[in-house]
């Protein structure tokens, strides 16, 4: 197999070098909010330029692996997301590290990163002129039901009823309608010049989770428990694989979605870890202990946002279509090294295509065995005093947010938003639901408004939309989405109702 | 000791190398620039005007002694990058931006932007990119005429993706109505990957795209004409003209990339910022990188480019004069 031909090239001298300092930049990157992988690779592709080929192609690859498991850290820990694919694992893995299970919440999180990352690596090795293809059959009508499907996933992301859920979700994709028409190019709810770019993902994501967090903290170090909350328990590794690898429904279906979302150009790899969450909860035999500290929500949320990073590849590096916002910024930095996308990659730029497959591959597994060394000096990191913590997270908060686009504007809007959502928060709404409105607004919008058009001019607007094998599929998983979360939310009242007998019927909604 | 001694000559060191470089860059205002100069790109990155753009000034600290760092502005098909532009950028010369002809003049003549071609001054264009029309690989089309043909018997059937409102792609496609008296959809997706996307999918029937991106996929696509006054010897030689071809489209819809800056810049600075600009764009490497990636390069000068602009205005002023005006506001409000 030539794979193994270009991996000693990999794996020698300086090469070796820029793997493992770009492994440990990268997870120390992916855990700065802010820093989301996207980022790290648009800072670290002009450096790519004076580099040999090779060595350019691996920092990218490294970078981009690194970087996405590393936002788990600060997830689990601070229970901040490092970027919009963490916020899953954060649901579960904060509530583990707060009953003093952080070193096994991290244990599980780089291991199914690394197993994840593996698999999705793999796919793009084996399959990608197979599913080429694939990718290219979703148009418009079907993205549109991805991201409805994606929607329906709120009900599981906490806050504290699945109507506060749908309603924060509804505000979220509110917010992404200001700014621009991505169509059309008319303006909305644009009241003042700073939200002329409308409200990105950065800014949001940052303002929603670090802010209120930041808020928590301050208040309380008043109130004197500024001291650390939890402390990292001794585990042993052998004990933590075991388990992890003893989870096969989580891991199952991690990688199987992670893989499929990242394959589907357009569908925003950032919602994978999310999906596969709330499909592994759906599947559960217990999903009440979703949210309050189930290692599978970790394991599925980790396997699938790592396992799409090499699905997302596919698409690009056979047709030139990056399937995430991060493959998109990486396809730039792999032109110039000269990996050019298409059918010819294997062929006439052999050596390019498989030096990089390699690093990808190797970078998984370096990722994987760094990660899980970092995490033990995790412990210093939550010794640190609440006060102190709220300065450094505040300060990177600003700082993260401005150096997306050198912008004042996504300070303020993230500023202000942090502080509607620590209000919020008082009235049980969660901030998971706002970010998914906001990344999968635009995504639903442009592709219904694109399946318009495209429906007018072939047989109409509903055939359009209601036709075809992958619609009626993807029609069909959001109504058992939905069904879903209603039926559980029935069973929840139900059970409410009889312990409350008695007492004064709460009226919740 | 040892120490110090190496500081001092490190100190000497860095010296020389400074003096060097304003030498290099040989002007008499060795003052400009002393500090990394911004370009906007209105567009996100890894699309072609952000890696074009990315490539064009990577030799910028060679020929200005100072990088050229790309930040990427996008939003609302560009508006965003340009309006940031003339609105909250000084006017020092350390702000610049990618344009995109005819692209931003036909956004400002068509929507109330910040920005249009007086309060904007052309510093050096580095490519072209003509528009190509092109159906998938398994599209019954082998033709223009054969497009036309059926789009004439199917009004308003015909489905042409384009990389969004109002681009090279858009005003190729109005022009094909014309000259062809004939009625097409145009769909306006996030950028030319996608509209490729579109293209390469089966989702729409045609599409008009970059030459640089068609002729990376033409595995997936047929290139059936090229909206340009001659082929394309060097990447295209066999696909005709749509003069060839018997349609009069003349060269209007070309994408024209290269940087520019906001009025009020001085003269001294922009003529520091289009000679360097020339010179980085006429860089062997630049230009070899450039090819590579399958963009035709045609460097501009200032001169040469205020002139092309007003051009372009002038027809397009003229073009979309010719539209029925309701058809133009239905464009404009209702996808």
């Avoid at chain 1, 709120?154 to 505000?171: C, D, M």
């Avoid at chain 1, 394991?299 to 699938?304: D, F, K, P, W, Y």
């Avoid at chain 2, 990088?67 to 508006?79: D, E, F, L, S, T």
């Avoid at chain 2, 858009?170 to 022009?175: C, D, G, K, L, N």
């Amino acid at each position: 197999m030539e794979l193994f031909q270009y991996l000693p090239e990999v794996l020698s001298g300086w090469n070796l070098v820029i793997l493992i300092v770009g492994t440990v930049v990268g997870l120390l990157l992916g855990a700065t909010p802010g820093l989301s992988p996207t980022m790290a690779v648009a800072l670290l592709i002009p450096f790519t330029f004076q580099m040999d080929t090779s060595s350019g192609l691996i920092l990218l690859g490294v970078i981009y692996t690194a970087t996405v498991a590393g936002g788990a850290v600060t997830a689990i820990l601070v229970n901040i997301p490092g970027s919009p694919a963490n916020i899953a694992t954060m649901l579960d893995g904060h509530p583990m590290a707060k009953s003093g299970r952080a070193t096994e919440a991290l244990h599980y999180c780089f291991i199914s990163s690394g197993i994840g990352g593996v698999i999705g690596v793999l796919v793009l090795i084996f399959f990608t002129p197979l599913l080429a293809d694939f990718a290219l059959g979703f148009g418009p009508s079907e993205l549109f039901w991805i991201a409805i499907l994606g929607i329906t996933v709120i009900g599981s992301l906490g806050g504290t009823t699945v109507l506060k859920g749908l309603l924060a979700g509804a505000v979220g994709i509110w917010i992404s309608l200001i700014g621009f028409n991505p169509v059309a190019g008319t303006e909305r709810f644009m009241f003042t010049d700073h939200l002329q770019g409308g409200v990105t993902i950065i800014p949001a994501l940052i303002g929603l989770f670090a802010i209120p967090q930041v808020f928590q903290m301050v208040e309380d170090a008043r109130r004197g428990r500024g001291g650390k909350t939890f402390g990292m328990e001794h585990r042993p590794l052998w004990a933590s694989i075991v388990y992890n690898l003893s989870r096969v429904r989580a891991l199952g279906i991690g990688s199987v979605v992670g893989v499929l979302v990242g394959l589907i150009p357009g569908a925003g790899g950032q919602i994978a870890g999310l999906i596969a969450y709330d499909q592994n909860k759906k599947f559960s035999r217990n999903p009440e202990a979703y949210g309050k500290g189930e290692p599978d929500g970790v394991i599925a949320s980790e396997t699938s946002n790592s396992s799409m990073v090499g699905a997302s590849l596919v698409p690009m590096l056979s047709l030139g279509i990056p399937g995430s916002p991060t493959a998109a910024v990486l396809l730039g930095g792999l032109l110039i090294q000269g990996l050019f996308p298409g059918p010819d990659l294997f062929t006439q730029h052999a050596s390019v295509a498989w030096t990089f497959m390699g690093a990808l591959l190797v970078s998984q597994v370096l990722m994987m065995v760094f990660g899980l060394y970092i995490s033990r000096f995790s412990r210093y990191v939550i010794q640190i005093p609440k006060q102190h913590m709220a300065a450094a997270v505040a300060i990177l908060a600003v700082f993260g947010t401005y150096s997306v686009q050198n912008s004042t504007s996504d300070v303020i809007i993230m500023m202000t938003m942090g502080c509607a959502m620590y209000f919020a928060m008082r009235f049980g709404f969660g901030p998971g639901p706002v970010v998914l409105g906001i990344i999968l607004g635009p995504i639903a919008e442009t592709n219904l408004l694109q399946g318009q058009m495209l429906g007018q001019a072939m047989d109409g607007t509903f055939q359009y939309f209601f036709t075809g094998g992958v619609n009626l599929l993807l029609i069909f998983l959001c109504v058992l989405s939905i069904g879903y979360s209603v039926a559980a939310e029935f069973k929840v009242r139900a059970r409410q109702r009889r312990q409350s007998t008695g007492r004064t019927v709460e009226v919740e909604s | 000791m040892n120490n110090k001694r190496l500081l001092q000559d490190k100190t000497l060191l860095a010296g020389i190398v400074t003096g060097a470089m304003l030498a290099v860059s040989g002007s008499a205002l060795a003052d400009y620039p002393s500090n990394p100069i911004n370009v906007i790109v209105s567009y996100s990155a890894g699309g072609a005007t952000d890696f074009q753009a990315r490539i064009a000034t990577s030799k910028s600290e060679t020929y200005f002694g100072e990088p050229m760092v790309i930040v990427n502005r996008p939003g609302a098909g560009g508006q965003v990058g340009w309006n940031y532009l003339v609105q909250n950028s000084r006017d020092e010369g350390y702000d610049i931006a990618a344009y995109n002809v005819p692209h931003f003049i036909a956004q400002s003549l068509m929507y109330d932007t910040h920005y249009d071609i007086d309060n904007l001054e052309p510093i050096a264009n580095w490519g072209v990119d003509p528009a190509v029309l092109i159906v998938g690989r398994d599209s019954p089309f082998d033709t223009i005429d054969d497009l036309v043909e059926y789009a004439r018997e199917n009004p308003g059937r015909v489905t042409v993706s384009g990389a969004g409102l109002f681009v090279g792609h858009h005003i190729a496609t109005v022009q094909l109505e014309n000259e062809a008296g004939i009625e097409l959809k145009y769909l306006p997706t996030d950028g030319g990957v996608d509209a490729l996307r579109f293209v390469q999918g089966g989702q729409v029937m045609a599409g008009f795209n970059n030459l640089s991106d068609a002729y990376r996929s033409q595995d997936r696509v047929k290139i059936l004409g090229i909206a340009d006054l001659e082929r394309d010897e060097e990447f295209l030689p066999d696909v005709p003209t749509f003069k060839e071809a018997g349609y009069d489209i003349d060269d209007s819809s070309v994408n024209y990339r290269g940087l520019m800056t906001r009025s009020g810049v001085s003269e001294e600075r922009l003529k520091i910022l289009s000679e360097g600009a020339v010179e980085m764009f006429n860089d062997e490497e630049v230009q070899a990188q450039l090819k590579a990636g399958g963009s035709p390069m045609r460097v501009m000068g200032r001169e040469e480019l205020k002139e092309m602009w007003q051009e372009r205005q002038a027809y397009l002023e003229e073009l979309f004069a010719s539209l029925d005006p309701e058809e133009l506001e239905e464009l404009a409000e209702e996808d």
